[in-house]
């Protein structure tokens, strides 16, 4: 016997949103599992625009936009419970959780994963020199700022410049704290235009081109040493870093249990209707891949509880058959779903999403059995989500497996 | 400061520091311990491979076997009272050349002239059906089967909290500037004080020489610290490797292990790094790629494992393989040095020798006929965690599954965690996968007030 119908883990915009729609078609007893004190996810200590264009149709700062996500969801229906850790995601949708009273079990239909993602720390960096205190990403320094009204630097450089490396600029400006520069190791900011004038517009340096190679100082930072594209070394003073973007998805629960692991989204392999290994799991919003915003997450997970609501009913198609989609090329960072079920059902995500990790100016392609079934010209950057459609793929592929790459034009 | 006469001081709260405060307490002596850093296991105790160590290659009839060998026997004697955990892995010295295959019959005779008597060879074939997940290139194996895991932090922490709980006083931001002994007593200058003490014990590991030449006026040893480099392998990577996988080693060093921890990761290292600095543990990214190609070598499920965490350690090594442990007895002076990396698993046996020497020099205590026994902080996955347990509040930090009462009990228990690192000690808390990014906000409000150097200043305008 089950103890609800799904159980949705993580309570940002893409759990809440799937959680919303699992009540607006029928399902009854749908909870969020949320391990923090409030339920919103990531937008609760953006304090700034822009959020809600997509979902209420108004620009809203994070706090705002995560709170109009909190009370649609109760007041559909949805039981949000917070300060609830899920320790253990076991096969079949039986979860351990440890509440404030204490450990207790949890039975679900079904599970779904919106767990979001995180940025990557400095260890996983491998970034040289001392552990001194003052090294921190752009998420707990937005919590620092946002939620527990702490600041702890002045005067940070700003390593990596993602859209979240914007963020970070204008979580400074709020608590009075003065970056001194932003560094990017390629030779252009990776956020579109106009985020690429925003540090001069805020006084903050911009160095591309320049690798971040140590960071100096005794118990605290005091400084960093970049390298720039020419190999000059030069010492930047500063009394902080911010680690930004390069997202992971936090796809713990998946890793250390049953369920298998893309390793080049990190997050877990899903079908296009977002069923992980272990068909009684789903997962949707950014731990599916790095990563989206808010909004996409968002609409993602409506979808996304939509199909579980149609499994639940019986009407999503059994996992296979299926073939296996896969990217072969350094250029290309991950494809999601990693499997698509042949299926007269033509449901579930439309596209296929890639990334690009650097900029991209040839074509794309699908190969079977190193026979190419399809291609499109691709020119990207790596900020941009490129969109495959799904069926267009399914259908060339006559139920082999597909490799996606980029081939040179050729003429 | 405290003015009345001591029998002992301890200068250092490292490991060593923590097991010779325990052993002299539980024999009756009077004991002060000085610890120059905010938080105790702050210098070479801080970075280590948690490893207990049956003595198996420690070199023949030195006294860094018989401590080790001592170690181990009194850890497995106390372990269940004092509530540590002892996770027994095993270890195979693994073989990856025809060379090091040849050695492997030298290793254990040596192991069972050592008295590691249950040390024997293991096949390819067989070390590959025990663990299935090493590389093909594995020839061959000596399997050490007390080779054992441990908390690094949690037992000498308790060592120390069983000193103190009968009668030890701590002394922490507490640094040994100078002193004099005047026949009978030692007076020893701190930067909080001075304190009266009949006997000093010098137990400050990468600071050894420097005590020595401050009070003593001389050193017969110079401290040549040797860094040791990690990497940190995410929790899922545990399950590849049921045993330690220790490499065939040089004269120098151990070599790079492959080995579980109690928290539940897989880390590979140390490197073996001379250095002049003392406080100076960097990575180098360079370095930690190289350990990780190491890791992936001996274990190639490794390759799709993200890393969870890098650290480095300081070796207080000495220009000499062997311990420097001495006793002066005309000054009422044992200087206990060069524990150059085996000072987890010898502590405890260092202690009982120290005690011994220390006896030598005519000094007697009652033995203490009922002590205090505190249990230890329970940080292994495999024990009782304070998120098993009902009551535990808030969990703070999501990775390592750290309460906000473990949390409490640490800032405002007997050894108050004053810094974020000491705090991780005692916690574990943003020791896993996202390093802080989730509960550092949470652990700045928390910690307020607490630490010596706060994690986080209030916003000037709020």
New interface residues.
Partial sequence: MSDVDVAIIGGGPAGLAAASALKSAGVERVVVLE???EAGGIPR?CGHPPFGLREFNRLLTGPSYAARLVSSAQTAGVDIRT?T?V?EARAGGNLLL?T????TELKAKRVILATGV??T????R??????V?GV??T??LQ???Y??????FQRPVIVGSELVAFSAILTCRH??IRPVAMIEGNERVTARWPCALFPRLAGVALHTGSRLV?ILG???VEGVVLEDAKGQISRIECDGVILSGQF?P?A?LA??GHLLVD?AT?GPQVDQWGRMSDPTYFATGNVLRPVETAGWSWSEGGRTGQWVARDLAGLLPESEPSVRVSVNDHRLRYAVPQNIVLSQDVGGMRDIQLRVAQHVDGELIAECDGEQIWGRKLRAGPEQRVLVQTHEIASACAGRDVALRISEPTD | MDQSLFDVVVVGAGVVGCAVARRFTLEGARIAVLEKSTDILDGASKANSAILHTGFDAPEGSLELACIRDGYAEYQTIRDSLGLVQDNAGAYVVAWTQDELRNLESIKAKAHLNGVTDVELVDAETLRAREPNLSRNALGAVHVPGESLIDPWSAPHVYLRQAMENGAKVFTSCEVTDGGFDGAEWRVVTTNGTLRTRHVINCAGLYGDTVNRALLGETHFEVKPRKGQFV?F???ASGLVSAIILPVPSETTKGIVVFRTVFGNLAVGPTAEEQDSR???????ET??ALIADGINKVPALK?M???????GLRPASEQKEYRISATSEQNWITVGGIRSTGLSGALGIARHVYGLYENMGASHDKLPDPVIPKANMLSEAGLRD?????????VC??E?VTRREIEAALHGPLPARS?AGLKRQTRATMG??????C???L??LTDGCFV?A????????
């Avoid at chain 1, 720390?121 to 996983?124: E, F, I, K, L």
């Fill in positions: 391990r923090e004190a200590h300060l850790t320790v440890v404030p009273t204490g450990v995180r940025e720390p400095r260890s996983a491998l970034v040289s020199g001392p552990r205190a921190v990403n998420g707990a919590s620092m700022v939620l527990t009204k702490r600041r702890p608590a009075g140590e005794d118990t605290k992971t936090e713990a890793r250390s390793p990190g | 940190v995410d929790k899922a406080t100076d543990a960097s990575t180098d990214e930690l790629k799709d993200p890393v969870t965490a890098t650290y480095a998120w098993k347990q009902d009551g535990a509040g808030e969990v999501h990775c599954l974020l996968r996202c390093q802080g990014f989730y550092s906000a949470r700045a409000e150097s994690m986080a200043e209030k916003l000037p305008h709020e």
